[in-house]
């Protein structure tokens, strides 16, 4: 499925690695922006996301937060 998500932020907790990391692919895919938030634990993890998502041409950030408090 195809949603046109250009100019567009998507904020995904937990994408270092497992569901969020294959929920940020998709996002990127359909055009969105995608901030990849994880724990200072996945920093490794989530740099390499970023990496995957910037080379092909999409946009993506890491965001080192504990969001589950």
Request: no cysteine; proline share 1%.
């Amino acid at each position: 499925m195809k949603v046109d998500l250009k100019n567009k932020v998507a904020i995904i907790t937990g994408a270092a690695s497992g569901i969020g990391r294959g929920i940020a692919f998709i996002f990127a895919e359909n055009g969105a922006a995608v901030v990849i938030n994880g724990i200072s634990e996945d920093e490794a993890r989530g740099n390499k996301v970023v990496e995957e998502r910037v080379s092909p041409g999409g946009r993506a950030i890491l965001m080192k937060s504990n969001v589950g408090g």
